[in-house]
């Protein structure tokens, strides 16, 4: 079967760095997304990795190892905005997206 | 670009009666579309897949007869929950996608049935 894993829940503190992982079993792998979504709203794009590597967007980082199996979403600089749920998805063979469950991050003050 | 709405953004319904959700790609066209269901502190779940066009389908415990998709235009899906009761109330969201991979998603419906 597909499976794809995050923790459940991280907390951290404001000004910190998280790293927030994601392991995925899947048929086949055509990409990785990392979505955040705060509660009561809708996911929103945050990165997509394909190749092997770390791609910076500001305070987030995205990293993949496909021979692995292995992706981290970093964030760096936490702000009490950052508390959300973070979703790992996989664009598999057929070009679906499996989902993970989502990191609940916590951020304290 | 790449914008989805959803309407309406809330409902409130009684238990028995039909409640019609719409999902557009303002600024492209679709050529798939996603409905998705999210109970409180919990993942999205995946409810159909609705090309345009042609039938949806269905993900394994979904009842096709009481979630209808219909995906109509190339900016247009929707989905209707028939005589919905008090479990189906959650957060249903949708997303679209065109020639790429990404899904943009809509800002949600919250339903309540009482």
Known sequence: GQNIDQPTEMTATEGAIVQINCTYQTSGFNGLFWYQQHAGEAPTFLSYNVLDGLEEKGRFSSFLSR???????????LQMKDSASYLCAVVDSNYQLIWGAGTKLIIKP | GAVVSQHPSWVICKSGTSVK???RSLDFQATTMFWYRQFPKQSLMLMATSNEGSKATYEQGVEKDKFLINHASLTLSTLTVTSAHPEDSSFYICSAKDRDYEQYFGPGTRLTVT
């Open chain 2, 21 to 23: 959700i719409e999902c």
């Open chain 1, 67 to 77: 021979s692995k199996g292995y992706s981290y979403l970093l964030l760096k600089e």
